[in-house]
T-cell receptor, first 115, second 116 residues
Framework: EAGVAQSPRYKIIEKRQSVAFWCNPI?????LYWYQQILGQGPKLLIQ????????DSQLPKDRFSAERLKGVDSTLKIQPAKLEDSAVYLC?????????????FGQGTRLTVV | AQSVAQPEDQVNVAEGNPLTVKCTYS??????LFWYVQYPNRGLQFLLK??????LVKGSYGFEAEFNKSQTSFHLKKPSALVSDSALYFC??????????????FGQGTTLQVKP
């Protein structure tokens, strides 16, 4: 079974530039998550999709971050404009069933450095 | 509010010795608890979970975790550590429910260092 695919693996941009990350979840997984992991901290949820609808985006900085999941499969996370504090690893995860007992499967992440 | 605490930034253990990585949680209602491991430059890998039933949960790579409701703890254990177990470990709890789903809330992580 193929895992969660993310690209790119690494990205370096200057502050105020824009950047986009792509995620392809495990086939058939209805729930998709984007997490931000700052160095030395645990992952923090940015946004959660159920199919192509948003379930939770309470911690997404909506003035600069946006995400979409067209057709309920692939997802894109965008930052515009980027700030220095956005430097982090962005993890995408998916889970099969929308229950509280299901584990999430994570991709390798995209490491973003804002200079 | 739901929360998870991992009180140790790093745990050091000699190869062959038992290891414990500590986790305490705060959640309203029944807790759904998870352990993940992260190797350098890799995503998080699921190790095990507690949903209900037996307080001792067995997972991947010989790891197990003990759920203790009275102490609100979910410590990760392994009887005999391997050098290859060296990694970053995260405890997580399922957060508030919205539409039968809930976000995973992670602790800050514990680095496990197993020395030969």
């Amino acid at each position: 079974e193929a895992g969660v695919a993310q690209s790119p693996r690494y990205k370096i941009i200057e502050k105020r530039q824009s950047v986009a990350f792509w995620c392809n979840p495990i086939s058939g997984h209805a729930t998709l998550y984007w997490y931000q992991q700052i160095l030395g901290q645990g992952p923090k949820l940015l946004i959660q999709f159920q199919n192509n609808g948003v379930v939770d985006d309470s911690q997404l900085p909506k003035d600069r971050f946006s995400a979409e999941r067209l057709k309920g499969v692939d997802s894109t996370l965008k930052i515009q404009p980027a700030k220095l504090e956005d430097s982090a690893v962005y993890l995408c995860a998916s889970s099969l069933v929308p229950t509280p007992t299901g584990e999430a499967f994570f991709g390798q992440g995209t490491r973003l450095t804002v200079v | 509010a739901q929360s998870v605490a991992q009180p140790e930034d790093q745990v050091n253990v000699a190869e062959g010795n038992p290891l414990t990585v500590k986790c305490t949680y705060s959640v309203s209602g029944n807790p759904y608890l998870f352990w993940y491991v992260q190797y350098p430059n890799r995503g998080l890998q699921f190790l095990l979970k507690y949903i209900t039933g037996d307080n001792l949960v067995k997972g991947s790579y010989g790891f197990e975790a003990e759920f203790n409701k009275s102490q609100t703890s979910f410590h990760l254990k392994k009887p005999s550590a391997l050098v290859s177990d060296s990694a970053l470990y995260f405890c997580a709890v399922r957060g508030p429910q919205r539409g039968n789903t809930g976000k995973l809330i992670f602790g800050q992580g514990t680095t496990l260092q197993v020395k030969p």
